[in-house]
């Protein structure tokens, strides 16, 4: 791993100071090089490995951490989330991770709107806090769900809503912090200081008092600057004051300090009130310049945010079929060609009808900027939702590009008064295009930043196109008066260009003030003060040495083995990109640290970091682990296979498969597959314990015991005499404290009248009436635990008039199984080999079902399923298993029941009467059914039964993922999960019908609540 110079040269002793962390402290103590790897990144190209990591537990925690680190000379790096863009959270030290136990409210004072808040509070969370007094701290960074409020301090972090409300310097009221030395410091007005902040003040003060011309000529005079120290807090040069009675407050001069001059304790903020009326115009422009020209003009309408989305972005989303409909609803004509940029202006306030008025004048600013007609009005507060949610994903793809060139931050915040906005994007596209590549812009036109990053592949001349590129960008915002650094702070990306834009006098000051604070130079540093060169390649995260050790995965990741065209952003063809882990590394790189896994919000990723918030248990962590790992960059001992390492071990224990961040990770991260590609590597190490053999080969075995009489009544004793399931769990580390599936005499195969009915090629099929033939493939849970389910499936299907024809090698009717390795009967989706990692038994598997159902698949049809993680493996995995082209034709066929009775319902073709519900529904969605967008169509299908009045259950994944639930080491983890909101909001609803297609999801609901939940095949049937 490539290791700052200073580490080498400070010779510090690990063993040392993670002895005193562990005897002195009550926090986690972390020094080996996997935990220290996950650490040594944020959402920069850069990377540093840490001395150590401390989790504090106490603010005790802290202080002593400082007073050892001190004593020892080990320089200290406070983190938040770790969402830091240019490389200010990375370093050679012992970094303090403050987002697991410091979040706490500490003082919330309504009369007069202000909050006192410890620093790993995260942004969304306080907000949520404060919504029910109708007050909010308005500095909404995008990275809202997983940003701390220690991080947007550090970083003077500012939202897309700055232009009314500021940047986080104006909305900081007081910072307590520690300084280098241990001493707690109160920062505050100045006029009012004392003790060490009164002398820290007047030296500051002094400084400024002495370089006020230089303050006057070389700080912007712009909104957006993040570059140095606040040194002008004595000399205010922002455009926005930074107190409303222009006092000095010394918080201020740490805000953007990037941790290099105290360690925030408590932060006092400023709140605001929640605007209770909202609108937008959206701007259509036919020209970029124009669009950019224009915003100079919008701006004095006051507005409370303009933001910027280009012509990719806008046809980005057009493309993609969740957005389309969204996105065209902020088109003036969206039969016309897309228009090359649109600005999204709202208007915010108290009440509706002066919010009309400002639509009214932005329709005619615009009619006299030439461009009449041009404005799509929007009040509706769901569709404007909808349309910030469009802007975001807009970036997410932008951000998913596959190939080693990535869009790269380095200049994506630069601010430009905005008069000479449209003149400053024209010539750094221009620039872009001279180093041969290009960039998407979006963001923040009302204050002059706009975001933009230039494709550039670091692994081979990124260096020096960047370089390059961040020369002439400079020289651009110099001719333009504006400020290099605008919001995300200096890092490592922008620190040498502090002296570029202050000049030696003032830099030289910013040096003085360091040492004030901080004579040893621990805080942070090189960070602001001293900083490396942007392009020193040794605290690069893909150097150009960097490699990734061959292997051959047991999956086919082939299409993450391309590189890309900066220019057109098309990929080359898969398999082309040069991996040595065929494509599984470049997967794995997909991560590039945002850290939105991080986020609590209504979705579902990632529940592990949810019950346990550790770095760890989090997708960022494991991929991050993985990626250190097949570059060889861990400390990984007398293992054949890195992948199948203990140490992944460590990082996948409690990945429960969710697939969530497949769908939820902007750059798509699919660390369920990962997970496979592990499980296949270890086990292969460790070998299959009978645990993982009773899992996998449940759907061979499930015939033999329900076909042997009184079989299935003594294994269900297990479930009746604790003793048994005690034998149990000792044996097979099944937990006694969960019940097992209930063992049926009865099975659906046994009810051979019903399924022998259902047995029709895909020609029979195809010639039903009106061509409503359909496959049903009845699974292993729901055939032999469920199998009401599949009878009600059936009910169903028959009463809206569908054919059926069911899966069954007995009357392999399509045509004959190329294999003859199996005794069984039943078809089978190879999920449970998938589960404990036996690849090649799932491919054996799942490759007999899909030769089955391909032609069914060719003659257009559906193909349903009751089991969503059953039915996804069609989806998702078959697709990597090297089955080509007739595993896409099945998976174009795939879905759930409710997916093809909720879209014949919508285009009215379906035929189903149903009764009157006499209790209301709650819906719970199984995490694979969220991962595809299947929860919609089964809320839809629900509305259908009269007075049902579906409610979705708002939960992350039950906690029982297939077996990991009733693994005995993972049955705390599981209840946690469950216990998070799904249980909750089940115990909250005594009297409604609880739906989950989901088997684990309903024992799970079962076991945590008493309750029976039932399949939505069921509810329906009862219904009819
Ligand atoms: C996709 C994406 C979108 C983003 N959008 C925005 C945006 O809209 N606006 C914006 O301004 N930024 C944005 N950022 C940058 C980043 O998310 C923000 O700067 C965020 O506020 C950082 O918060 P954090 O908790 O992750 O801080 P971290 O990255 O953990 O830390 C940031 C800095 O603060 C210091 N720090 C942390 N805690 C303390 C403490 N207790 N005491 C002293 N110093 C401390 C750290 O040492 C570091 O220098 C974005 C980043 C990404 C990846
Ligand atoms: S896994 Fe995805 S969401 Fe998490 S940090 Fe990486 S890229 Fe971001
Ligand atoms: S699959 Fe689920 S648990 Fe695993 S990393 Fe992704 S979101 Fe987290």
Known sequence: MNKPLELKELMIDQAQIAKRLRQETSGEVMTDSASRGRYATDASIYQALPVAVLVPKTAEDIATAIQIAAELGVPVLPRGGGTSQCGQTTGAALVIDNSKY????????????????????????????????????????????????????????CGSRSIAYGNMVHNVLGINAWLANG???????????????????????????????????????????????????FHPQSELPYTQDGSVNLSHLLVGSEGTLAYFKSLKLKLSPLPKHKVLG????????????????????????????????????????????????????????????????????EAHAPLLEKLAALQELIADLGLPGSVVSMSDTSMQKNLWEVRKAGLNIMMSLKGDGKPVSFIED???????????????????????????????????????????????????????????????????????????????????????????????????????????????????????????????????????????PALDWSAWNVQN???????????????????????????????HCRKFDTEVMCPSYRVTRDEKHLTRGRANTLRLALSNQLDIKDESSPLGSDTIKEVMELCVSCKACRRECPTGVDMAKMKIEFLSAYKKRVGHSLRDLAVAYLPKYASTISSIPLLPVILNLRNRIAPLAKLQEWIMDISAQRSLPIWKTQTFWNQKAIHQQHQFTPEQLAQSDHGKGVVLLADTFNAYFEDENLIAALKVLKAAGYRVHIPHKSKNVSRKSSSNTTCSKEFCCGRTYLAVGMVDKAKETLGELIDHLAPYAEQNIPI????????????????????????VTVSQQAQLLEEILASEAKAGKLQLTLKSSTKPVLFHGHCHQKSFDAVTPALELLKLIPNAEPKLIESSCCGMAGSFGYEAEHIEVSKQMAEMSLLPSIRKSPDSWVVADGTSCRHQIADGTQREAVHIARILAAHL
């Open 864 to 887: 349903i399923g009751l089991e969503p993680s059953c039915l996804f493996t069609l989806k998702d995995e078959a697709l990597v298993m090297g089955f080509g082209e007739r595993a």
């Open 414 to 552: 630069c601010a430009v008064p905005l008069e000479s906005l449209a003149d400053y994007t024209q010539e750094l596209t221009e620039v872009f295009s001279k180093y041969g590549t290009r960039g998407t812009w979006y963001a923040h036109a009302s204050v002059g930043t706009l975001h933009v990053r230039p494709i550039l592949d670091m692994r081979r001349d990124g260096a020096q196109k960047m370089r390059a590129v961040a020369e002439e960008a400079s020289a651009l915002v110099r001719k333009y008066k504006g400020a290099y650094s605008g919001e995300h702070g200096d890092g490592l990306s922008r620190g040498e260009w502090i002296s570029w834009q202050f000049g030696p006098k003032i830099t030289q000051a910013l040096a003085e003030i360091k040492h004030a604070f901080d004579p040893k130079g621990l805080f942070n540093p090189g960070k602001i003060i001293n900083p490396p060169k942007m392009d020193d390649v040794s605290y690069f995260r893909f150097p150009p040495s960097y490699k990734v050790i061959p292997l051959q």
């Open 282 to 349: 959206i701007v259509n422009f036919a020209s970029f310049y124009k669009a950019m020209d224009s915003a100079q003009h919008i701006v004095k309408l006051g507005p409370t945010a303009v933001e910027l989305v280009d012509r990719t972005m806008i046809d980005l989303a057009r493309s993609n079929p969740s957005f389309t409909k969204t996105i065209e609803t902020a088109l003036i004509d969206h039969t016309a060609p897309t228009p090359e940029a649109i600005l999204l202006v709202e208007f915010s306030g």
């Open 183 to 233: 001493q707690i410091a109160e920062f505050d007005q100045y006029a009012n200081s004392s003790g060490v902040a009164k002398q820290l003040g007047d030296f500051v003060k002094g400084l400024a008092n002495t370089l006020q011309p230089e303050i006057e000529a070389h700080f912007p005079k712009v909104l957006r600057r993040v570059a140095g120290y606040n040194l002008d807090i």
């Open 565 to 595: 065209n900066p220019i057109t952003e098309e990929t080359s063809a898969h398999g082309t990109g040069g991996d040595p882990a065929m494509g599984l590394a470049k997967a794995v790189e997909m991560c590039n640290n945002n850290g």
């Open 102 to 157: 410091f979040r706490n409210i500490l003082d919330l004072d309504l009369d007069k709107g202000s909050v006192e808040v410890e620093p790993g509070i995260v942004l969304d969370h306080l907000n949520h806090s404060l919504k029910q007094h109708g007050l909010w701290y308005p500095v909404d960074v995008s990275t809202g769900g997983q940003a701390t409020i220690g991080g947007m301090a550090g970083n003077n972090s």
